[in-house]
């Protein structure tokens, strides 16, 4: 019986959402109509899109703590601001640099990637891992260790009980 009352209830929805496809407006044509190939064609569909101006006014200010703002509305209170039109079609997030090709240099030279420019030494003792850290640290992760099975076996108590 569920069945009868759901398909039925298909072929209802079905039926409303036709309905505008089939009905005829004022000029004699349907309501709704599916586009053509033709209407999808993208130089059809570029020059029925809207002229949105690109430029847009920006208004920047600063505020009594030295913050910069940025809106879409000047500054309610008489704060001195700027008037920015930036145009919506720029790019604005540069582009990452490209890496500029090196000439092959001998095996005998040294390439500049081969000295250690980029290596800057520890600033504090608490940068620099010594044998004492080290054991404290496997110290600490078999206590950790330790710390997680007492609770698996925890939980398979408490699950074994149920």
Do not use: C
């Not at 039926?15 to 000029?27: E, I, R």
């Not at 092959?104 to 420019?117: F, G, I, V």
């Not at 290596?119 to 600490?140: G, H, Q, S």
């Not at 206590?143 to 609770?151: D, G, L, N, S, T």
Request: charged share 20%; hydrophobic share 35%; glycine share 4%.
């Amino acid at each position: 019986m569920k069945w009868i009352y759901r398909i039925f209830t298909l072929v209802l929805l079905g039926g409303a959402l036709a309905v505008p496809f089939f009905m005829k407006n004022k000029q004699g044509d349907p309501m709704m109509s599916l586009p053509t190939l033709n209407e999808l064609s993208p130089g059809n569909i570029a020059s029925k899109a809207p002229s949105i101006s690109s430029d847009r006014t920006v208004f920047k200010w600063k505020d009594k703590q030295g913050a910069w703002h940025y809106g879409d509305q000047p500054p309610s209170n008489s704060t001195q601001f700027s008037t920015i039109i930036v145009n919506d079609q720029t790019n604005i997030i540069q582009p990452p640099p490209v890496p500029q090709d090196e000439p092959e240099s001998s095996p005998t030279m040294l390439s500049s990637k081969d000295s250690k420019a980029g290596y800057a030494p520890p600033k504090n003792k608490d940068d620099v891992l010594t044998l004492e850290r080290a054991l404290n640290i496997v110290d600490d992760a078999h206590a950790v260790r330790e710390m997680m099975e007492q609770r698996n076996n925890q939980l398979d108590a408490l699950s074994s009980q149920k």
